[in-house]
Structures are given as C-alpha cells and as structure tokens.
Nanobody
Framework: QVQLVESGGGLVQAGESLRLSCAAS????????MGWYRQAPGKQRELVAT???????NYAASVKGRFTVSRDNGKNTVYLQMNSLKPEDTSVYYC?????????WGQGTQVTVSS
C-alpha cells in the first residue's frame, strides 16, 4: 500500500502562484510514476501533470507552460508549482502514484483562484 498526503492548497487571486506538495509513504518500491489530477464540481477528474521515476513529464495542454511537476526521490515527494493561476484552475487537486499497475490517490487539496 502507498499513502499519499497533499499540502499547499489555498485561495489565491488570478495571476498568483501556489506550490503543492505530496509526500508518499508505505510500500514505495516499484512506484513508476507520480503526479497530479484535479476535479472541479460537476466535472470528471482530469490529468494535470505526471512525472516518471526517471523524470519524464507529461502535462495537460491547459497547464503547459504555467505548471511544473517535479519530484524528490530521496524524500519520496512530488511537487506541483503552479504559476499564472486562472479562475478555471479552481479544483480539488489529487496526488497520484502508480505502483505495480495499481493507482493510489491522496485525499485531495482545494485550490481556489479568484478573479
């Protein structure tokens, strides 16, 4: 089992920045990817950004150039730096990890961007 705990959400104004963190614990051997998804009210959960153990990244088109995903393998932590935030980025952000073909999720952290 993998446990994921997010932190760093909050309320900001459009154009500002936030940094989310996600610390993983438990059975960490075999994690091949970590990252972030988000879900707004009434919408499906969608990919924001992922990063493989080797450092390859993948971003949603809507956040490319504004968000940066990174990971510290020594600390078992993944980060999401969010710049130039827009009201449409308002969502609950979920940390994600894939291990041995099983997906794990954090409890989510709210990000609210006011206009």
């Amino acid at each position: 089992q993998v446990q994921l705990v997010e932190s760093g959400g909050g309320l900001v104004q459009a154009g500002e920045s936030l940094r989310l963190s996600c610390a993983a614990s438990g059975s960490l051997l075999g994690i091949v990817a970590m990252g972030w998804y988000r879900q707004a009210p009434g919408k499906q959960r969608e990919l924001v950004a992922t990063i493989s153990y080797g450092g390859s990244t993948n971003y949603a088109a809507s956040v490319k150039g504004r968000f940066t995903v990174s990971r510290d393998n020594g600390k078992n932590t993944v980060y999401l730096q969010m710049n130039s935030l827009k009201p449409e980025d308002t969502s609950v952000y979920y940390c994600y990890a894939q291990r041995l073909k099983t997906d794990y999720w954090g409890q989510g952290t709210q990000v609210t961007v006011s206009s």
